[in-house]
């Protein structure tokens, strides 16, 4: 996730832990209060006008009581959902996909009161379940972390990068037209055909595909992503073709070939 959206998580992480503080404090007091004068009341008293003050202030501490239990549940509801947006995959260190509805909702807020234009790359790591089978879970766990680190290094600081799915992953690209993000997910797709990622005694090879939509009037939600899918579907077809003769294969060498190929290259 971008800094700046860091940033702003942990600042309404603290100020809602700030007033359901307040909150709790508040319907504590306000509780005792009408504890305090619930033992206080004197059946007996020959002064009516005591006795109906006493009334009048119980029902407001009853009130008062209960407008701050209100607003601490829902306080701590709102608490709850911001831990779940916080909550980074553990073998990549990126947001989940509960972030990545909270950073959609904002940004298509953003667009529709300021027009401010944002795109979204979807990219999905290929043969990803055969290196899983090849060479087991460990690998495909040293392939999400490099494809998550080279990925880092093609986005600006200002981009999201989030786990979408078991393969794939999700860029919120803020300020970006479609050319644009078509140019970012040509860099990251190419930058991460020319990694190999180290396991072992082995270099693993890997490539992925990309797609890009861009924020329209009226979208929301699932319509921003779907188009971001139909495009990453064209894009697999296309390189199915190119990729036809090595299905099932995973392309691996060992160290010194992978040196050879290297200085060669």
């Not at 020959?46 to 239990?69: H, P």
């Amino acid at each position: 996730m971008s800094r700046q959206t860091t940033e702003y998580l942990k600042s309404q992480h603290a100020d809602v832990s700030s007033s359901l503080l307040t909150a709790r404090n508040l319907a504590l007091a306000t509780g005792t209060v009408a504890i305090i004068l619930c033992y206080g009341f004197n059946t007996n008293a020959t002064e009516l006008r005591l006795f109906d003050w006493k009334c009048f202030g119980l029902g407001v501490i009853a009130v008062g009581w209960g407008i701050s239990e209100r607003r601490r549940r829902k306080l701590e509801s709102h608490l709850n959902e911001l831990n779940d947006t916080i909550v980074v995959d553990p073998v990549t260190g990126l947001a989940n996909r509960n972030f990545l509805k909270q950073e959609l909702r904002r940004h298509l807020s953003q667009f529709q009161r300021q027009d401010s234009p944002f795109s979204i790359m979807l990219f999905d790591i290929n043969d990803f379940r055969q290196i899983n089978m090849q060479f087991g879970h460990e690998a495909g766990d040293s392939v999400l972390r490099s494809v998550t680190s080279v990925v880092k290094a093609s986005v600006r600081d200002m981009d999201s990068l989030i786990r979408y799915g078991s393969d794939s992953f999700i860029a919120v690209l803020p300020g970006t037209k479609l050319t644009e993000a078509e140019h970012i997910a040509n860099r990251v797709s190419g930058a991460i055909s020319e990694m190999a990622v180290p396991y072992q005694d082995r270099w693993i090879r890997v490539t992925a595909n990309a797609g890009v939509a861009t924020a329209v009037p009226l979208d929301v939600e699932e319509s921003i992503l779907r188009r971001a899918e139909q495009s990453l579907a064209a894009a697999q077809r296309n390189d199915s073709d190119l990729r036809s003769e090595h299905d099932g294969e995973i392309q691996c060498m060992g160290i010194d070939e992978y040196r050879e190929a290297t200085i060669a290259g």
